[in-house]
T-cell receptor, first 114, second 111 residues
Framework: DVKVTQSSRYLVKRTGEKVFLECVQD?????MFWYRQDPGLGLRLIYF???????EKGDIPEGYSVSREKKERFSLILESASTNQTSMYLC?????????????FGPGTRLLVL | GENVEQHPSTLSVQEGDSAVIKCTYS??????FPWYKQELGKRPQLIID?????GEKKDQRIAVTLNKTAKHFSLHITETQPEDSAVYFC??????????FGAGTRLTVKP
């Protein structure tokens, strides 16, 4: 059973703080993704990664960066948090190749920036 | 870039009725179309998917149809039950594993 975990379920930070959101998957998946989920906007892709040390920008990368130093871990970094980054953040992973399209999601981190 | 439009944004049906959610996509290179169900407070979970070489797929009360020419695909739920109440997301995937999601449909099944 695929397990995708995220470091926090709820997080409260202040404007200007540096925020780290961590995602870990235990199924040796090559691909990992970070989305934010906002009402009426669905899931929007922030960044994704095909392999260790690789990263690609998604639709809304501004204000975010990512790190993939190990295959199982994909971190989302808010360099200087702002109130418009208050959102639900979802991590997902998938394999490459046959049947690999299915994305498995973590439980989400609800971030509030004050 | 890829754009996925999903309609309606909210849908309310009586228990036992059918529900249909429609999505359109813009990029003809899209080759995989999953549907995710997200219950309140939980993570999205895959419920059914279809690949571009197939026109229809069915799994018990759930079916998905794909019209590649028109670039649209639909989710059909028959004999709806209260536990079908959730937010449903469609998505379209490009060759590079990049996935684009629709904005979601909140389905309410009234007992």
């Amino acid at each position: 059973d695929v397990k995708v975990t995220q470091s926090s379920r709820y997080l409260v930070k202040r404007t200007g703080e540096k925020v780290f959101l961590e995602c870990v998957q235990d199924m040796d998946h090559e691909n990992m993704f970070w989305y934010r989920q906002d009402p009426g906007l669905g899931l929007r892709l922030i960044y994704f990664s095909y392999d260790v040390k690789m990263k690609e920008k998604g639709d809304i990368p501004e204000g975010y960066s990512v790190s993939r130093e190990k295959k199982e871990r994909f971190s989302l970094i808010l360099e200087s948090a702002s109130t418009n980054q208050t959102s639900m953040y979802l991590c997902a992973s998938s394999i490459t190749g046959g049947g690999g399209e299915t994305q498995y999601f973590g439980p989400g981190t609800r971030l509030l920036v004050l | 870039g890829e754009n996925v439009e999903q309609h309606p944004s909210t849908l309310s049906v009586q228990e036992g009725d059918s529900a249909v959610i429609k999505c359109t996509y813009s990029d003809s290179a899209s080759n995989y179309f999953p549907w995710y169900k997200q219950e309140l407070g939980k993570r999205p979970q895959l419920i059914i998917d279809i690949r571009s070489n197939v026109g229809e797929k069915k799994d018990q009360r759930i079916a998905v149809t794909l019209n590649k020419t028109a670039k649209h695909f639909s989710l059909h739920i028959t004999e709806t039950q209260p536990e079908d109440s959730a937010v449903y997301f469609c998505a379209a995937r490009l060759d590079n594993n990049d996935m684009r999601f629709g904005a979601g449909t909140r389905l309410t099944v009234k007992p």
